[in-house]
């Protein structure tokens, strides 16, 4: 680190320990040196959308507040390492990168440690994986080194069920204590001792997989999960810490899982964000029947967008917000996925590689002719409802694949890209019509509130 960035970070670890004395005292008087100190057009919407929300005292202020929740070291080391490491430093070393080699630069990366699952879930590819797999602490901990070097800072961990392998995922969190790590998680797993190692290493948060309420994910993740992941939360909000909940929507749960009732249930159980996810057809287990209609789609993009605006959780649509992130950010873009046998993937639900982490850098698998392919063709639509190249866009992956000369990872029961995109033909032609006109309103909407604003 530079004398530069080392100033900035005492300077924010500084502003931090204000903070923690009292936060709704000194959040104001913070934001206020800040204004006084840094150039009036550098940053200036996004400080006057932060001042809006202190002085409304909205719902996102409310959700800065339940921060203040937790437990003080965990709050500390969560500030420091998500917002400055992975993106104040780490996004302007990415920038650099890019530049520099010409490819993407993710900002986070996804890996599977095991492929080995206590759970067997309806439609889910990773049940197919069997139990053989496993990436090894040392092949993780490369992973890692390699990633810090581009400045990634930011790593998930998704299976399989990755927390079978506990004790590693400990120790990395210890020896890597300068990273974040998220986990998608069953919650199954999660007990007093882990907590205890939670609080300890201060800088893993689990995502834990709920399907809505115990009829709905009972019903795809077995019966007794809902209330053993009741439990998992349970523990963590005793503990005073951080988790999430991971929401795959289909046209069975989409009711549960998008209702005000469901928001509240997870917001009462201490969970400060919902990761939405459409469900996809991956793998010969797939059930494509398990997609959500385009009228489901649609109620489910309306609601989750007006909760944003009431209830105090941070909430991400990964299909219906892609004009947050200017389209798909797979293919190392945003993010890319290393499977449990080292292989690596463009995106978690597109299973076609040219690398192999055994066998080559995590540098050179960005500048495969896969990740390649989606460096070059990025974003697949101009309509940000239709970001994938897989489910709105079908035709592209089979083509881009081609191109490429990508194999399929899948182990069990390898699949062409072709065969995988002949189970969303038929969702995209009756999405797109429905897409465009919901784009177009949201243009049309944004363009009037641009013209009120003037």
Not at 72 to 89: E, Y
Not at 107 to 121: E, F, K, Y
Request: charged share 25%; hydrophobic share 35%; proline share 5%.
């Amino acid at each position: 680190m530079n004398i530069i960035n080392k100033a900035k970070d005492f300077g924010f670890a500084q502003a931090i320990k204000y903070l923690e004395k009292d936060p709704e005292a000194n959040i104001p008087k913070l934001l206020g040196l800040v204004d006084r100190f840094i150039p009036k057009d550098e940053f200036k919407a996004q400080r006057e959308a932060i001042w809006s929300v202190v002085e409304s005292k909205d719902n996102w202020y409310q959700l800065i507040m339940r921060f203040y929740e937790l437990d003080p070291g965990i709050r500390t080391t969560f500030f420091h390492n998500f917002i400055m490491n992975a993106n104040f430093f780490g996004w302007t070393d990415q920038d650099k990168n890019r530049e520099k080699y010409n490819c993407n630069i993710p900002w986070t990366i996804l890996l599977d440690p095991t492929s080995a699952c206590n759970l067997n879930c309806t439609g889910c590819w990773a049940a197919e994986y069997g139990h053989k797999l496993n990436l090894s602490y040392e092949d993780i901990d490369s992973i890692i080194e390699q990633g810090k070097d581009l400045g990634i800072y930011f790593y998930i961990y998704t299976g399989g069920e990755p927390l079978v392998r506990k004790a590693d995922l400990i120790k990395l969190c210890e020896k890597h204590s300068d990273c974040i790590f998220l986990c998608f998680t069953n919650g199954t797993l999660i007990d007093k001792e882990f907590c205890d190692n939670m609080l300890r290493v201060k800088n893993f948060v689990p995502a834990i997989s709920l399907e809505g309420f115990e009829k709905a994910n009972d019903s795809r993740r077995g019966a007794g999960t809902y209330s053993k992941v009741m439990n998992s939360m349970g523990l963590l909000k005793e503990k005073n810490l951080p988790f999430g909940v991971s929401v795959c929507y289909t046209k069975d749960n989409w009711d549960d899982v998008s209702s005000e009732e469901f928001y509240d249930k997870i917001i009462d159980m201490g969970a400060l964000f919902v990761w939405f996810f459409h469900y996809m057809p991956v793998g010969k287990g797939a059930v494509p029947e398990l997609m959500v209609t385009p009228e489901q789609r649609t109620e489910l993009y309306e609601r989750i967008k007006a909760f944003r605006k009431t209830k105090s959780i941070f909430a991400m649509d990964f299909q219906n917000d892609a004009q947050y992130v200017g389209g798909c950010i797979a293919g190392g873009r945003r993010y890319l996925h290393i499977n449990a046998a080292g292989d690596v993937d463009p995106c978690v639900f597109i299973h076609y590689s040219n690398a192999n982490i055994h066998d080559t850098t995590l540098l050179d698998a960005l500048r495969s002719p896969i990740f390649m392919e989606y460096h070059n063709r990025q974003p697949f639509n101009d309509n940000m409802l239709r970001p994938c190249p897989m489910l709105e866009n079908p035709e592209i992956l089979p083509d881009m694949v081609k191109k490429a000369g990508a194999k399929s990872t899948n182990p069990e029961a390898p699949e062409s890209a072709e065969e995988l995109c002949t189970r969303t033909t038929k969702y995209a032609k009756n999405w797109t019509p429905v897409a465009e006109q919901l784009w177009q309103d949201y243009i049309n909407c944004k363009n009037c509130s641009s013209h009120s604003a003037e």
